[in-house]
């Protein structure tokens, strides 16, 4: 059965701080996501990573960064927290292959910037 | 890049009556088409998938019709139950170097009334 977790459910910064939410999967996927996820925009895509040390971004990278040191593991950092951070973020892994395979989501950290 | 549009945002029924969610996508190239059920408070979970070499599957009360030409595809749930109650979202593969992740439609909010 696989396992996404996230670092923490619930996270209140204050602006300007740095943000880091920590992303680990037990099923050695070798694609990782991270999306946030906003009343009424759906899920929108920050950044991803195909395998260690890799990524590339997705619609919405501004502000962000992200860090794929192990396989497991994939972070995602927020240099310089603002109120606009503030949303559901999701994280989610697959499988890689050809094309795209079904993606498995953490439970989301929802964080709050003040 | 691909995008996806989906109708309505918003869908009440009876409890017993059938719902259909439609969704759109852009990238003829996309051949992998997932939905994902997401329960209030909880994480995006898969529950029927189609690749683009069928134009139909089905899955107990849930079923997914696809149609390449249109580029269109749709989730239908028969006998709705209130546990059915939820955000539905639909999503299509990228394409090329984006092949591995998904975009996602804004979800349909779906209320089973009893």
């Known amino acids: 059965d696989v396992k996404v977790t996230q670092s923490s459910r619930y996270l209140v910064k204050r602006t300007g701080e740095k943000v880091f939410l920590e992303c680990v999967q037990d099923?050695?996927?070798?694609?990782m996501f991270w999306y946030r996820q906003d009343p009424g925009l759906g899920l929108r895509l920050i950044y991803f990573?195909?395998?260690?040390?890799?990524?590339e971004k997705g619609d919405i990278p501004e502000g962000y960064s992200v860090s794929r040191e192990k396989k497991e593991r994939f972070s995602l950092i927020l240099e310089s927290a603002s109120t606009n951070q503030t949303s559901m973020y999701l994280c989610?892994?697959?499988?890689?292959?050809?094309?795209?395979?079904?993606?498995?989501f953490g439970p989301g950290t929802r964080l709050t910037v003040t | 890049g691909e995008n996806v549009e989906q109708h309505p945002s918003t869908l009440s029924v009876q409890e017993g009556d059938s719902a259909v969610i439609k969704c759109t996508y852009s990238?003829?190239?996309?051949?992998?088409f997932p939905w994902y059920k997401q329960e209030l408070g909880k994480r995006p979970q898969l529950i029927i998938d189609?690749?683009?070499?069928?134009g139909e599957k089905k899955d107990q009360r849930i079923a997914v019709t696809l149609n390449k030409t249109a580029k269109h595809f749709s989730l239908h749930i028969t006998e709705t139950q209130p546990e059915d109650s939820a955000v539905y979202f639909c999503?299509?593969?990228?394409?090329?170097?984006?092949?591995?992740?998904?975009?996602f439609g804004k979800g349909t909010k779906l209320s089973v009334i009893p």
């Open positions: 989610a892994s697959s499988l890689t292959g050809t094309g795209a395979y079904e993606q498995y």
């Open positions: 099923m050695d996927h070798e694609n």
């Open positions: 990573s195909y395998d260690v040390k890799m990524k």
């Open positions: 990238d003829s190239a996309s051949n992998y």
């Open positions: 189609i690749r683009s070499n069928v």
């Open positions: 999503a299509a593969e990228g394409s090329g170097a984006g092949s591995y992740q998904l975009t």
